[in-house]
């Protein structure tokens, strides 16, 4: 009987509530059910992520999340990715999570627009470290973290970000609880109560786009550790909610708090497909450490600058975007056009495409604090404009389009109708080791780079999970 059969069994006999059928994924997907390719893929996320966690330990606020983390919990058994540190295993989850996506540099699942690696691969990392779990059983775990997140995201049709939550926090809670569940040994009735638990748990808040705040670095980690909390207690007896996705105060009529916005809602996609469509292929890495809003925008941008001889003679530019994301990437422009931090910056379609055009390129180091105050750079942001795109397939993709008039009144224009690392567009297997390679340069030598890519690698052939991912500590 494969995965989908299974599904499809428990649906019919139990009326099909989402959370039983999740679980019962949870519960029984076994490792060969899931194909070679997306096996490989999911450890090429893992990859990814842990990459950019070694690259956040350069900045500030990692140290400080870690030294607050250790007053609390102290020391444990649990490795930190990129620092010489352990930490108990729901502190590791949460300082991992932060890690992963302290430089906006994640993976995302475009349609469900979340962030599932930088919750999913905390948490399975610290159950993995506390069931003493084969690599194997990580990897499984890990996809179906990752499979029951996107399909939960997909659900909102965008509609969290329209009211301030942000849906890795709120989505990814529950992939973790799943995944972390899973590994933990908990059977589908306790899954469906670890479920109903973390119902109370979600949460991220958008507010820090107001002033560059450090809160959406943190939602990842909570999330990752919040779902072992969930898992745990479910595992002991613990009675959760019975209806957290489509109860009267469930997860979506209670966030979205609007009639016309839960009416968005489409609950089938949490399950549809479950087992044999599988969204970790769907799943973007990306090519730039901004918003992945921004990304069509900047390559579209990047494109145009090698067709201008004089960036600073540039008298004007329009950037189309979907009017889904204007709040989060265009809006209040006063703020975008001055960013006051990196992650100001991360968030602002308008400097983005001002530093692309003005630099040439989009890496970190048109994020450092020299770039935000850069004169020409500034100067260009102020000549920005955006509209929306109406011919955008957003939440399918992240379009982009960028015109731009000249100083002797003539227009070019780009449009990047799909973003690179979409389904459709996806960075390929050797690019995301290339992506890792550079980052983890940024704090360690050749000879554990290589060391480290072969462990995550390799993962799925590892007896001890943890015992491999050791190399990733610093």
């Known amino acids: 009987m494969n995965i989908q059969t299974k599904i499809n069994a428990r649906r019919a006999t139990s009326g099909g509530p989402i959370q039983e059928v999740l679980a019962s994924f949870a519960a029984t997907l076994k490792h060969d059910e899931i194909p070679a390719t997306v096996r490989v893929r999911a450890m090429h996320h893992m990859l990814d992520a842990a990459g950019i966690a070694l690259a956040s330990t350069r900045y500030d606020f990692a140290h400080k999340t870690l030294a607050g983390l250790r007053a609390l919990g102290g020391d444990g058994d649990v490795p930190v990715f990129g620092m010489p540190a352990a930490l108990p295993m729901r502190d590791a989850a949460t300082m991992n999570g932060f890690l992963c996506h302290g430089l906006d540099y994640d993976d995302t699942h475009i349609a469900g627009i979340v962030h599932p690696t930088a919750s999913v691969l905390p948490a399975v990392v610290s159950a993995a470290a506390y ?5 194997r059983e990580m990897v499984t775990a890990y996809v179906i973290g990752v499979e029951c997140a996107a399909r939960l995201g997909m659900c ?6 329209q009211v301030g939550f942000h849906p890795t926090g709120m989505i990814g809670i529950f992939g973790c609880t799943l995944a972390a569940g899973r590994l933990m040994g908990l059977n589908a009735r306790q899954l469906q109560h670890a479920q109903g638990l973390a119902l109370s748990m979600a949460s991220g808040s958008m507010e820090f786009l ?5 809160n959406k670095r943190f939602h990842p980690g909570w999330a990752a550790s919040a779902g ?3 898992a745990a207690l479910a595992k002991e007896g613990f009675v959760g909610a019975t209806a957290p996705y489509d109860g009267r105060f469930g997860l979506f009529n209670s966030y979205l ?5 839960t009416k968005a809602v489409d609950l089938t996609l949490a399950t549809a497909g479950l087992g044999s469509t599988w969204e970790l292929l769907a799943t973007a890495i990306k090519p730039y450490p901004t918003c992945h809003f921004t990304h069509a925008a900047i390559d579209a941008a990047l494109i145009l600058r ?3 001889a004089d960036v600073a003679g540039i008298q004007s530019i329009t950037v189309r975007v979907p009017e889904g994301v204007h709040k989060t990437i265009c809006e209040p422009e006063s703020n975008k056009k001055r960013p006051k931090n990196d992650y100001d910056a991360k968030f602002s379609v308008q400097f983005l495409v001002a530093a692309a055009l003005v630099r040439g390129q989009l890496t970190l180091a048109e994020l450092e604090p020299e770039t935000l105050t850069d004169r020409d750079i500034l100067a260009l942001t102020e000549k920005v404009a955006f509209a929306d795109d109406p011919e955008s397939p957003f939440p399918a993709a992240y379009s982009g389009e960028v015109a731009i008039t000249l100083a002797d009144g003539q227009t070019i224009a780009h449009r990047e ?3 690179r690392g979409a389904a459709d567009r996806p960075l390929s297997n050797d690019e995301i080791v290339a992506k890792f390679r550079d980052n983890a340069a940024m704090l360690v030598n050749e000879d554990i780079i290589d060391r480290q890519q072969d462990a995550m690698l390799m993962l799925d052939e590892t007896e001890n999970a943890l015992e491999a991912l050791w190399v990733f500590s610093g």
Not at 156 to 161: L, M, R
Not at 257 to 261: I, K, L, M, P, V
């Open 131 to 135: 069931t003493g779990a084969t690599g």
């Open 156 to 161: 909102a049709k965008s509609q969290f970000h």
């Open 210 to 214: 107001e002033d560059g705040a450090w």
């Open 228 to 230: 072992i909390t969930a």
């Open 257 to 261: 708090g609007c009639s016309e916005r």
């Open 306 to 308: 090698e067709q201008i």
């Open 417 to 419: 109708h799909i973003n």
